[in-house]
């Protein structure tokens, strides 16, 4: 019975020690214990977190693998207690610490092709008596006169709580004084950090942030003290303005210079460095020999509207090559605080093309300008030249129904404006030229009405019948007697008559004025047939718009004399103008009526007949012919081609 006692208990012991150096004995790869410790109280959850699973340690995508944490003081593994321990893989939660909780962890990791170990230290304090917060505090510094920031150092558990999809709520505290958020000079910001608006000195103090969660169904908290202390000088993390994350255009071959300008919100001195990199590396050389090279650095403080201190560092190069475009070009502000970047890009110039638009428009213009100028110049040219050159695209006038091209209208003997030379060019010169040398078919009522025709039906069927109506006039045309004496003397281009046969019949009727379309006195339209052609003539083509009517003004017309002329004459003469003899005459042969010579008095007044060039070339002509009907050849169709108006 003593031999079975005393076997017993050797086995005993044997089967103690191996549980207390089983994991120890296992050759794993050792990764002693972590710098980092775990520091908590009594009551509060505390969180164990393994570094192992980390691709340094592993290939963590292509191989299996299982944790198992071990307690260093009893040798045995860990494992889930309800409202106490929870094990969730290279995660080791405590729900509530208790005092003897402290010391040493260890995790074995174990993969197909080995193992490896670590250990995590927790260290387990007491609060300290009448004092709020943990004992063990970090240390964090605030700046005066500007807005600061307090960090909870629990970044780690909210990170893991949010991965398990457990919300969490996080509080501050002053001492033993809660914290309400948005209490000025308070604000809660980014879950884990405390603003405060204008550091003063009373803000030093102890800060505690209390996170609150509920996991492997216990609602726990964890806490951090921060022993926060307020300097009077500072530096900010600095703030790069310039370049902006910008892309320039240069030419290649000029030389360029570009800023770096940064802001370092201090007081006192700004601890930062400012430097430009390029191709990841960094530019120091000051030389212009070297190519690409920077300026010394230029700083100037600045105490409104904030405190700080601006610094300025130029980067210039020489002479822009290929290989200097379609890279970047950074600027860094190297600080304590942080190193913030901006860069901008090199791109070559896009071409000048404002000097050849420029020129290609202004040659466009002056193009332009010319082409007008010619087509005003020379319009009636062009245009009787494209209708020779072009006839296909003009109708067939002579299957319109129409007798005649034109109806000429003057005043007839004994009627009111009559002139011999007026009936001489009606007559004689307007039939030689247009219907000979030109093939136009004219009517002329003194010499195509029919004998004993009754003169309505006369002018009305032929009107009708006629494309074209040619007025032609002189200055007493429509100028009734009673103004026929106090206009004479002031033109110059009326036609010439015998100032001593005023009891000469045709000396009345030539003194006799008409106002041939509106006036209603009885001493005007002696002659019916004048009074009806005006008025048919007139009613088509400002009423109807069914006739043409082309004037033609045999000499110059004073502004006195145009006064007098109907207004219908005057509206049609403004709308489209006229086809002044006179003008084309200037050069060659002027009517001349104030101004008589001797040969005129010796021949008793009568008029000096008209002497014209009679070659279709002449100027008066190929006004004439332009606005005449054109003589087309293509068969008549309901459309019509902007063609036709010219």
Request: neutral net charge.
């Amino acid at each position: 019975m003593d031999r079975r006692s005393a076997l017993g208990s050797l086995l005993f012991v044997l089967g103690l020690c191996e549980i207390c150096t089983g994991f120890v004995q296992e050759n794993c790869i050792d990764y002693k214990l972590q710098f980092a410790r775990v520091f908590s109280v009594p009551g509060d959850v505390a969180m164990l977190n393994s570094t192992l699973v980390c691709p340094k340690v592993f290939n963590i995508t292509s191989l299996p693998y299982n944790i198992t944490w071990y307690n260093s003081k009893t040798g045995k593994e860990m494992r889930d207690q309800p409202g106490r321990i929870l094990v969730r893989r290279e995660t080791l939660w405590f729900l509530n610490i208790l005092p003897d909780d402290g010391g040493e962890y260890v995790t074995i990791l174990r993969t197909p092709t080995g193992c490896y170990r670590q250990a995590t230290k927790l260290v387990v304090d007491e609060p300290v008596a009448g004092e709020c917060g943990r004992p063990r505090k970090a240390g964090q510094t605030l700046n005066k006169g500007v807005t600061d920031m307090l960090s909870c150092p629990l970044k780690d558990y909210i990170s893991t709580l949010d991965s398990y999809n457990i919300t969490s709520s996080l509080e501050w505290y002053r001492g033993c004084d809660r914290i309400v958020d948005g209490t000025e000079p308070y604000t809660y910001m980014d879950k884990t950090k405390l603003k405060i608006d204008g550091v003063e000195l009373q803000n030093n103090g102890s800060y505690t942030c209390t996170l609150t969660f509920t996991i492997g169904g216990v609602t726990g908290t964890v806490s951090e003290t921060i022993d926060a202390w307020v300097r009077e000088e500072y530096s900010m993390v600095p703030q790069v303005h310039e370049p902006a994350n910008e892309i320039i255009k240069a030419e290649i071959g000029s030389n360029f210079t570009k800023r770096c300008l940064v802001f370092v919100p201090c007081v006192g001195p700004p601890f930062a460095e400012v430097i430009w990199i390029v191709k990841d590396e960094y530019i120091f050389e000051t030389d212009p020999a070297e190519g690409i090279y920077t300026s010394d650095k230029r700083s100037w403080r600045e105490d409104v509207p904030r405190k700080g201190v601006w610094i300025e560092r130029m980067l210039m190069i020489s002479e822009l090559l290929e290989e200097d475009f379609y890279i970047n070009y950074t600027c860094q502000a190297i600080s304590p605080r942080g190193s913030p970047r901006q860069y901008f890009t090199l791109l070559p110039a896009d071409p000048n093309i404002i000097l050849p638009i420029g020129s290609v428009f202004c040659g466009v213009t002056a193009l332009f300008i010319i082409i007008v100028i010619i087509y005003y110049l020379f319009k009636v040219d062009i245009v009787l030249w494209f209708r020779t050159a072009f006839p296909v695209l003009y109708t067939n006038k002579d299957l319109d129904g129409k007798l005649y091209d034109a109806y000429v209208a003057y005043p007839p003997p004994c009627a009111v404006g009559y002139s011999k030379a007026v009936e001489t060019f009606a007559i004689d010169t307007l039939p030689e030229v247009l219907e000979k040398a030109c093939g136009y078919k004219l009517f002329i009522a003194s010499r195509d009405c029919l004998p004993g025709q009754a003169i309505v039906d006369s002018v009305e069927e032929n009107i009708q019948a006629s494309r074209r109506l040619l007025l032609l006039y002189t200055a007493s045309t429509f100028i009734s007697k009673r103004h026929t004496s106090s206009t004479s003397s002031n033109n110059n281009n009326i036609i010439s008559k015998s100032s001593n046969t005023s009891g000469n019949t045709e000396g009345k009727a030539g003194d006799g004025g008409s106002n041939m379309c509106f006036d209603d006195s009885e001493d005007l339209y002696q002659d019916t047939r004048q009074q009806l052609e005006c008025v048919a003539a007139m009613h088509r083509a400002l009423l109807e718009g069914s006739l043409k009517v082309v004037l033609v003004e045999l000499e110059e017309i004073t502004p006195a004399q145009l006064a007098l002329f109907p207004e219908s004459v005057r509206h049609l003469r403004k709308k489209q103008g006229a086809v002044c003899w006179w003008k084309n005459m200037r050069s060659k042969q002027r009517w001349r009526t104030c101004v008589r010579r001797r040969g005129d008095e010796e021949k008793g007044g009568q008029d000096m007949p008209l002497s014209p060039p009679l070659s279709p070339s002449f100027r008066f002509w190929k006004e004439m012919r332009y606005h005449m009907p054109v003589r087309g050849k293509r068969a008549v169709y309901p459309e019509k081609t902007a063609m036709l108006n010219l």
